[in-house]
């Protein structure tokens, strides 16, 4: 039996069991070597509390563009180099279950979601 999927803890993308990680599943924390690399910086938690805000600010059922909060957190030239980091922060913000990422109002798995995106709290009841 194979455990349970992992979430990587940079990017947020869900971490598939390998046979090559049976050994040391427990302490699989990252999908790549670049992720493992990168980690999850004050940036990044700075983007997760901005998406946070900027949908308390809203209504309840109300949804933000990734772009939205790059461009609150980033500065006039440069919110686009934020974008990725935008959606590495909704991601992670999936999995500790504060959000939502939906395509054409359908709530979807962020892991394999392309194209654009919109993210919404997670509605409650």
């Not at 997760?48 to 772009?67: F, G, K």
């Not at 440069?78 to 992670?92: F, K, S, V």
């Amino acid at each position: 039996m194979t455990p349970p999927p992992k979430t990587c803890a940079s990017c947020g993308r869900t971490i598939e069991w390998r046979k090559k990680w049976e050994r040391d599943w427990d302490s699989v924390r990252y999908c790549s070597d670049a992720c493992r690399r990168r980690g999850v910086s004050e940036e990044d938690r700075r983007l997760e509390r901005t998406i946070v805000e900027l949908l308390d600010q809203r209504a309840a059922d109300a949804t933000i563009c990734p772009s939205d909060a790059a461009r609150a957190a980033g500065t006039e030239d440069g919110w686009r180099d934020l974008m990725e980091p935008t959606r590495r922060a909704a991601r992670r913000l999936v999995d500790a279950g504060t959000v939502e990422i939906t395509q054409g109002g359908h709530v979807v798995d962020p892991s394999t979601a392309k194209g654009p995106i919109r993210i919404r709290l997670v509605r409650r009841g």
